[in-house]
């Protein structure tokens, strides 16, 4: 079975500060990871995706993420947050195969304070 | 301009009054998923189509129905609408492959109101 933690429901950080949203996943065999944004009335998009390939992926706008095997970890980072970073965030998990079922976080709000 | 289309955006309804909102996607994509998005819950999958005329349950079903007659068009259907079917609806689309989970593109969303 798999399962996802975003250990933050809320984050706040400093216009020009890193961003740091937490995620922890669970399954029982290699999993695909990505990070979905969506900002306020609109649909979700894409930031970055993990498919057994490189452990640290770069994404659109700045971010990245590292898949931490050992720590079951794929938290998404960015040097220095902007205001139109603030958004809800998704980490969502899947098998290697499109076959296999997605399952989302609850979410992470980010806000960035000026 | 490739992209996932719903409609309506916005619905306000009576319980018991049946309604579908509707789902096109012009990437030709196998792969065709309803989610709902409530507050704490991200989004749960509501049910999923890998091609035309397959379909299946995704985590909460209940309460739905829907139909892939073609490639394109994903409907969902709530036959009896209820309260508790509030909510904040994304039809989404991908590429099915073997060996990679596919990236999901999703609608704008449909936000329902049942009265």
């Known amino acids: 079975a798999q399962s996802v933690t975003q250990l933050d429901s809320h984050v706040s950080v400093s216009e020009g500060t890193p961003v740091l949203l937490r995620c922890n996943y669970s399954?029982?065999?290699?999993?695909?990871l990505f990070w979905y944004v969506q900002h306020p009335n609109k649909g979700l998009q894409l930031l970055l995706k993990?498919?057994?390939?490189?452990?640290l992926v770069k994404g659109i706008n700045g971010f990245e993420a590292e898949f931490k095997k050992s720590e079951t970890s794929f938290h998404l980072t960015k040097p220095s947050a902007h205001m139109s970073d603030a958004a809800e965030y998704f980490c969502?998990?899947?098998?290697?195969?499109?076959?296999?079922?997605?399952?989302f976080g609850p979410g992470t709000s980010l806000s960035v304070i000026p | 301009e490739a992209q996932v289309t719903q409609n309506p955006r916005y619905l306000i309804t009576v319980t018991g009054k049946k309604l579908t909102v509707t789902c096109s996607q012009n990437?030709?994509?196998?792969?065709m998923s309803w989610y709902r998005q409530d507050p704490g819950l991200g989004l749960r999958q509501i049910y999923y189509?890998?091609?035309?005329?397959?379909?299946d349950k995704g985590d909460v079903p209940e309460g739905y129905k829907v139909s892939r007659k073609e490639k394109r068009n994903f409907p969902l259907i709530l036959e009896s609408p209820s309260p508790n079917q509030t909510s904040l609806y994304f039809c989404?689309?991908?590429?099915?492959?073997?060996?990679?989970?596919?990236?999901?593109?999703f609608g704008p969303g449909t936000r329902l109101l049942v009265l």
């Open positions: 990437m030709n994509h196998e792969y």
């Open positions: 993990y498919t057994s390939a490189a452990t």
């Open positions: 969502v998990v899947s098998g290697l195969s499109s076959y296999d079922k997605v399952i």
């Open positions: 189509s890998m091609n035309v005329e397959v379909t």
């Open positions: 399954s029982s065999y290699s999993p695909s």
């Open positions: 989404a689309s991908s590429e099915i492959r073997e060996r990679e989970a596919g990236t999901q593109y």
